[in-house]
């Protein structure tokens, strides 16, 4: 069976809201562009080749995946903007099984929903399993890995977390 990497990212950091203006245009500050960036340096010097993203149509989700700099084809979908953990992984299930390693750069609670709902604790490095529950800011990645079709997505390893922090 083939191993598969699922990378899930909360954006980066936000400004406030603006008057006038929706939630759904909230752009990243100068600190959350500098998080991206590192983010994206991390992804390369770690050798995790993205193969795919999956990325809400919010702003600050297309500016961290912009900050990222990565060469991989995005997906930009509107559910992941709004919807919650079932969201996540029925877009995540859709995945080609071509597809090795994807990302998914979405909002909270969502996205570390799906990362507690994912991750099985009996196989999960217990450090990485610590962090999530102690918290999810922006700019914080989670790596997790299962064997078999993206449509049989129900549980899998968490890696590693990496806080922007």
Not at 70 to 95: C, K, N, Q, V
């Amino acid at each position: 069976m083939t191993t598969r990497r699922l990378l899930l990212l909360r954006h980066a950091t936000t400004e406030g809201f603006r008057p006038g203006f929706p939630d759904r245009d909230r752009r990243l500050t100068e600190a959350g562009q500098a998080e991206a960036a590192r983010l994206g340096d991390w992804l390369r010097e770690q050798a995790i080749g993205v193969e795919q993203v999956l990325c809400s149509t919010a702003v600050r989700t297309r500016q961290t995946l912009a900050g990222l700099g990565l060469a991989a084809p995005a997906e930009f979908s509107d559910p992941l903007y709004g919807g919650g953990t079932d969201t996540i992984l029925e877009e995540l299930r859709l995945l080609d099984d071509g597809i090795g390693t994807a990302l998914l750069i979405g909002h909270a609670p969502a996205v570390p929903s799906a990362v507690h709902e994912l991750a099985d604790p009996t196989v999960s490095d217990p450090a990485a399993v610590r962090a999530v529950a102690r918290g999810y800011p922006p700019a914080t990645l989670s790596l997790l890995e299962f064997t078999g079709p993206w449509a049989d997505l129900t549980t899998a390893r968490l890696v590693t977390v990496r806080l922007s922090r």
